[in-house]
């Protein structure tokens, strides 16, 4: 369209040019009015080509701003692109690098970590014991602070572990004591067979695999699995076990067993004067015995046989048989050999908590012990038995449990006694340097409550009585944890 405009002027001028040319050459023949008209309409030509002109300039020089317009325009499009390509690349910069450290941490993630396999347990008691009739005796303790640690190495293999302080403080001037209480491997061959080795805890009775302070009635343990039965009893050995489909529960196994050597004969201070010192100083036949895996003695080795019946809803039917030799008492003693027998029965119909449960051990040989030891105020027992019954009653009190029982226990440390002095006989207390411990056999009353905070916290209360060490009477409080 510019085009035709520019070449319509120059065609006009052309012809205006041609036409006065033409008109010049006839003039002098036309007559002056008609050349004055023809002059008049070439101006007005002349002054419209005019007019056309100036507005040829006036677009030309539109198109000319227009032009530096499109161009400052593409000049500023140029830049916005160039800012964009630029933000583009720090955009897809940026995006790369988190990509990479959003991978990086997915990457350590999802990575395995040995920590994955890692187990952490614990559990916990404090005491609070006043004997009613012997004030002084009145101790408050922290009686175990216990730590686990597991280790799971594969679908079968599996690590466990129990750190033990007991008495908080464990040193050279203090009474309280560090063990390692459990340290073993388990393997399940398949799925109703498992082995285990290491230092692991004996299958006998209720309470000794099952001694967490939430897991059994009264602050304390009962006598009889404390002193028939040591609690907790642990061996170093290896075993199988496995349950049936129809819910029997095996155990068997070789272990380290008894050292009588260690059984002390003429004390120079009682064993114990208080109840809790009965349940803490080790006085008890296998409690003073057992070895706990402490470098301990293994030329005589012991086995044992657990059995657990389970297959009706709440109840448990078992007992155990545990014998072998056992390090003989001194030198000068033939063969020695040590057995212990139990059986037990716990049955839980809805909010009721029913059990039972008799031991009874021995040694052979304490005759010819004995003699070497007449008149000796702790003779090595012959035989040693216990039972108890206990009922529980578990109430719901505003979403917390509270469960009173009551329990009727008897325990004889020294039921029979071979190669006593003639004078001697089956004593009823023994007498040191330092004044006579009280009698080792008795029968306990005890009447308590256990209130769970939850099922891993619990407060206890228990008022016992005791028939013949009538000084053993005591009040006891307690707080237990488990997790």
């Known amino acids: 369209m510019r085009r035709d405009k520019l070449k319509t002027p120059i065609a006009l001028v052309a012809a205006a040019i041609a036409a006065s040319s033409f008109i010049v050459t006839p003039a002098a023949a036309a007559p002056p009015a008609d050349t004055a008209r023809k002059v008049d309409r070439l101006q007005d030509e002349i002054n419209a080509m005019a007019q056309q002109l100036q507005e040829m300039k006036q677009q030309l020089l539109q198109m000319k701003q227009e032009n530096q317009q499109l161009r400052g325009q593409q000049a500023e499009t140029a830049k916005q692109t160039e800012q964009a390509v630029t933000q583009q690349k720090e955009l897809q910069t940026q995006v790369t690098a988190a990509t990479q450290t959003a991978q990086s941490a997915q990457s350590a993630a999802t990575k395995p970590s040995p920590l994955d396999n890692v187990s952490l347990w614990g559990y916990g008691e404090l005491y609070y014991t006043h004997p009613t009739n012997k004030q002084p005796d009145t101790r408050a303790d922290l009686a175990r602070a216990v730590f686990g640690i597991g280790y799971q190495f594969n679908d079968t293999t599996r690590f466990n572990s129990e750190y033990e302080i007991e008495h908080a403080v464990a040193s050279a001037d203090d ?46 343990r009962n006598f009889v699995e404390t002193l028939i039965i040591p609690s907790t009893w642990r061996e170093g050995g290896v075993s199988l076990y496995g349950e049936t489909e129809n819910g029997l529960g095996w155990n068997a196994g070789l272990t380290t067993g008894l050292d009588l050597s260690k059984w002390d004969f003429n004390p120079e201070t009682p064993l114990y004067t ?54 003989s008492a001194t030198p000068y003693t033939g063969s020695q050999n040590a057995y212990l027998y139990e059986g037990h029965v716990r049955y839980q119909p809805g909010r009721w908590d029913l059990s039972a449960l008799y031991a009874r051990g021995g040694f052979t040989n304490t005759a010819q012990a004995n003699a070497q030891f007449p008149g000796a105020s702790n003779p090595l027992p012959a035989s040693f038995y216990g039972w108890y019954a206990q009922a529980a009653y578990n109430f719901d009190v505003g979403g917390y449990r509270l469960a009173p029982f009551a329990r009727y226990e008897k325990y004889d440390m020294g039921a029979s006694y071979e190669g006593l002095a003639p004078g001697f006989s089956g004593t009823l207390t023994g007498t040191t340097p330092a004044g006579t411990f009280p009698s080792p056999r008795d029968t306990v009353y005890t009447l308590g409550a256990n209130f769970y905070l939850n099922p891993n916290v619990v407060f206890k209360f228990d008022v016992q009585r005791f028939r013949t060490n009538i000084d053993f009477d005591r009040i006891d409080l307690g707080l237990g944890l488990a997790f």
């Open 274 to 327: 208080s109840a809790l010192e009965l349940q803490n100083n080790g006085a008890a036949p296998m409690q003073a015995t057992h070895q706990e895996m402490a470098l301990a003695n293994a030329q005589k080795l012991s086995g044992y046989l657990a059995l657990n019946y389970r297959g009706v809803p709440g109840l448990t039917v078992g007992g155990t048989v545990f014998g072998g030799g056992a390090v």
């Open 175 to 220: 009474v309280g004591e560090s063990e390692v209480e459990q340290f073993y491997v388990d393997h399940r061959l398949n799925p109703s067979l498992s082995a285990r080795a290491g230092l692991f805890l004996i299958p006998a009775g209720l309470l000794n695999e099952n001694h967490e302070p939430t897991n059994f009635y009264g602050v304390t």
